[in-house]
């Protein structure tokens, strides 16, 4: 099913998108689902713009549930990532502004998953990548590389700005 973006709450000014989004860590046997696209040369973390009238916990559910097929619960809030890229893709040449919410997926003890889902830059795919491997891949939130080693039981606030 194609996501329906005009509910997210996104917005374009000039040369100028901001977006609220709402991610997933999900973690089986020592390896993080990320997601790739059919247009995008790198991997990026499951999730997705939060709508209106949405919490970032209904959002992560949502978009986990549209991206993988499985209804993950939510075992807590780990990151808030701002993040400031210049835009690829869809976004081509913008200056972006991301505020993410970050929530840690309670595992279900299996990688399958029942994905057939589509983004803005195409069909999308699910890959299980090893923790211990992440450096060798582009691969997006940065910071995952070393902080899902050992994930803080407080909430981090990480702020990210790319050249």
């Known amino acids: 099913m ?23 860590i999900i973690i089986e046997d020592g390896c993080i689902l990320l997601a790739s696209n059919e247009t995008a040369d790198y991997f990026y973390s499951v999730g997705g713009g939060v709508h ?53 997926m309670k595992p279900r003890g299996t990688q ?3 994905s057939d889902s589509y983004c803005a830059d195409g069909k999308e795919f699910m890959n299980w990548i090893p923790i211990s491997e992440l450096e060798k891949y582009k691969a997006y939130p940065k910071f995952f590389r070393e902080k899902l080693n050992d994930i803080s039981h407080q909430i981090e606030h990480i702020v990210t700005v790319e050249d």
């Open 2 to 24: 194609e996501q329906d973006y005009n509910k997210d709450c996104c917005m374009t000014a000039d040369t100028n998108w901001f977006r609220y989004r709402a991610a997933a």
């Open 112 to 114: 399958e998953l029942k």
């Open 52 to 104: 209106m009238g949405e919490t970032a916990e209904e959002a992560v559910i949502r978009e986990v549930y549209e991206e993988t097929g499985i209804t993950y619960e939510v075992e807590r809030l780990a990151f808030i990532h701002e993040n400031f890229f210049k835009g690829n893709g869809s976004i081509e040449g913008l200056d972006c502004h991301e505020v993410a919410f970050y929530f840690l």
